[in-house]
């Protein structure tokens, strides 16, 4: 049964940084693709950033060049590293997973007060 569990979530302030980790225990995940979603408040769920089984990735235009998506294949970790936050970037982040079916972590809050 696969299990996402994100972590790494917290307050901080604009301009700092975060890193984000999400375990994909129980899966088979070396050929998995992994992405990082966000739901601010009253906002619907939007991508921020994917990484497929061969390392290509592709992020959302509003991260560019701030955010960047990892994996460990051998640990089953998916990462988010947040750098330059701002207020618009508080939300619940989730790990999401796609390998012929979809699944969901319960998703980890990020606060940046400005």
């Known amino acids: 049964q696969v299990q996402l569990v994100e972590s790494g979530g917290g307050l901080v302030q604009a301009g700092g940084t975060l890193r984000l980790s999400c375990s994909a225990a129980g899966s088979i995940f070396v050929d998995a693709i992994m992405s990082w979603y966000r739901q601010a408040p009253g906002k619907q769920r939007e991508f921020v950033a994917t990484i497929t089984a061969t390392g290509n990735t592709n992020y959302v235009d509003s991260v560019q060049g701030r955010f960047t998506i990892s994996r460990d294949n051998a640990k089953k970790m998916v990462y988010l590293q947040m750098n330059s936050l701002n207020p618009e970037d508080t939300a619940v982040y989730y790990c999401?997973?796609?390998?012929?079916?979809?699944?969901w972590g319960q998703g980890t809050q990020v606060t940046v007060s400005s």
């Open positions: 999401f997973m796609f390998r012929g079916s979809s699944y």
